[in-house]
């Protein structure tokens, strides 16, 4: 079974700090997907990183590949209160034959006080 | 571009009843997976659909059942309520090979009294 322990579970910080999440397994992934999630609505869709070491930008969010495929990391830079929301990982297996299942990270619950 | 639409957004029901959910992917989207979450247990992965076959399931009693029509539009079904399976349902349309992004519905709030 496949686990993915994200960290920490909750995070409370002050406009323009910056902030770091992680995402550890034993396993290897195929992938692994950052989403955001608010109160009472499906996940969005953030950030996909497919290549070990890889690194993607997406304006002050900044995500990171392990180069083992088995971890990740979402840094946000000078975060603002819309920054606030739930923030997952999720795993894609590189075993190939799990098609279709993503394996969740617990969660980061961000709030971001003006 | 349309998103993913889940039927209905909130639920009420009584434990022993049945409960069918809806969901439709974004066009051309072949693959609808569904997942639970919960606030103690996070996202949970039920079943995943592909042309109208169940290609993948997760660790659910039998009481959780899908299916997959030819248009790609999906319904979970849940039977003999309990006050557990209250939840947040949601659904994920994807193009269905690995690797794959995995954009989701907005869910279906189900409440068990």
């Known amino acids: 079974t496949q686990l993915l322990e994200q960290s920490p579970q909750f995070l409370s910080i002050q406009e323009g700090e910056n902030l770091t999440v992680y995402c550890n397994s034993s396993s290897v992934f195929s992938s692994l997907q950052w989403y955001r999630q608010e109160p009472g609505e499906g996940p969005v869709l953030l950030v996909t990183?497919?290549?070990?070491?890889e690194v993607k930008k997406l304006k002050r969010l900044t995500f990171q590949f392990g180069d083992a495929r088995k971890d990740s990391s979402l840094h946000i830079t000078a975060a603002q209160p819309g920054d606030t929301g739930l923030y997952l990982c999720?795993?894609?297996?590189?075993?190939?034959?799990?098609?279709?299942?993503?394996?969740f990270g617990q969660g980061t619950i961000l709030t971001v006080h003006p | 571009k349309a998103g993913v639409t889940q039927t209905p957004r909130y639920l009420i029901k009584t434990r022993g009843q049945q409960v069918t959910l809806s969901c439709s992917p974004i066009s051309g989207h072949r693959s609808v997976s569904w997942y639970q979450q919960t606030p103690g247990q996070g996202l949970q992965f039920l079943f995943e659909y592909f042309s109208e076959t169940q290609r993948n399931k997760g660790n659910f009693p039998g009481r959780f059942s899908g299916r997959q029509f030819s248009n790609s539009r999906s319904e979970m079904n849940v039977s003999t309520l309990e006050l557990g399976d209250s939840a947040l349902y949601l659904c994920a349309s994807s193009l269905g090979s690995l690797n794959t992004e995995a954009f989701f519905g907005q869910g279906t709030r189900l409440t068990v009294v």
């Open positions: 990183v497919v290549t070990g070491g």
């Open positions: 999720a795993g894609a297996d590189a075993g190939g034959t799990s098609y279709g299942k993503l394996t």
